[in-house]
């Protein structure tokens, strides 16, 4: 069964023959995984399969309420101000999907001590997944101008989606 561990720089190379799969029409550069990692390692998980391959990754960290960075931007710092934990990217390679891996991962990152003291999490759902990040707990939330023009990056389908964290 694949396991999730701590996403290191050195598994760049495998991540991003998983996003170059899953994302094709979303792509971000190595550049952007790699500042992920620097800057909250934390939030940053992979998932390994038992021949030691990647097969899948999760990126999040802190950020202002509602105030996502674009899509395929290097972040300069985690805000000082942050008040929401968000959920960058949960992506696993189709042949693994429907095993409850999604989910035990971001259960493993809402439940770390990386989220703790943040009562809100979010994400921007793709690719119609707004009723599966639903069944963990999220739902969509009207956003304000700025967020819907950073929406319109993801593709038309892409929903601003919110959940309530535990007391922390």
């Known amino acids: 069964m694949p396991t999730w561990r701590p996403l290191t720089p050195?598994?760049?190379t495998g991540?991003?023959?998983v996003a170059n799969e899953i994302h094709p029409g979303l792509p971000e550069r190595p550049e952007v995984?790699?500042?992920r990692i620097a800057l909250f390692p934390a939030g940053?998980?992979?998932l390994e399969d038992e021949d030691g391959r990647l097969c899948g990754y999760a990126i999040s960290h802190p950020i202002r309420r509602r105030c996502p960075p674009a899509l395929d931007s290097v972040l300069v710092e985690i805000s000082a101000d942050a008040d929401h934990y968000y959920v960058h990217d949960v992506a696993i390679l189709p042949g693994l999907r429907g095993r409850g891996l999604a989910a035990e991962c971001v259960a493993r990152l809402l439940a770390s001590d990386a989220a703790q003291g943040?009562?809100?999490a979010g994400l921007v759902s793709v690719y119609g997944t707004e009723a599966f990040w639903g069944r963990l707990g999220f739902r969509s939330?009207?956003?304000d101008e700025?967020?819907?023009s950073k929406l319109r990056e993801y593709g038309e389908d892409a929903v601003y989606l919110e959940r309530v964290l535990d007391s922390q």
Do not use: G, P, T
């Open 15 to 17: 991540l991003m023959q």
């Open 33 to 35: 995984f790699i500042n």
């Open 44 to 46: 940053c998980l992979a």
């Open 141 to 143: 939330v009207v956003v």
């Open 118 to 120: 943040y009562s809100v």
């Open 146 to 148: 700025d967020l819907a």
């Open 10 to 12: 050195n598994d760049i």
